[in-house]
């Protein structure tokens, strides 16, 4: 008989966890190449259709940002929880879990930080 191994945790959560950040990102994408693709309006259209689109886009920026930040914290999320429950990982494996939920949320958050402030200085 050969030493006793502790069963691996079952991987439900791992699964459901992979579909909701993919599928957050997945509404984030869709969100961004709407507003890309979406035709400005023309040089003689009409101040209400100029407002339309103004807050077609700024709705499509914000389910954007709104899925793209639910997806980042549903990974860091993850990250961190697989790191601390996984024993079965060697402690590189674990130490690289929470490098990646450390550096992928600061890069995030810089980026999100810095896309509002140019977005802020570009509007009138």
Do not use: N
Request: some cysteine; proline content about 4%; charged content about 10%.
């Amino acid at each position: 008989m050969g030493a006793m191994i502790a069963p691996l945790p079952k991987t439900r959560f791992v699964k459901l966890w992979v579909v909701l950040i993919g599928a957050c990102i997945f509404v984030a994408m869709v969100a961004f190449h709407v507003a890309v693709i979406l035709p400005r309006p023309g040089f003689q259209s009409t101040e209400a259709e100029q407002e339309a689109y103004t807050v077609t886009i700024r709705l499509l920026t914000s389910l954007f940002a709104a899925a793209m930040d639910a997806g980042v914290a549903l990974a860091v999320t993850a990250s961190w929880y697989w790191g601390l429950t996984r024993t079965d990982l060697t402690e590189a494996a674990r130490r690289g879990l929470f490098l990646f939920g450390t550096v992928f949320l600061a890069v995030w958050l810089l980026l999100s930080t810095a896309s509002v402030t140019l977005l802020r200085a570009l509007t009138p």
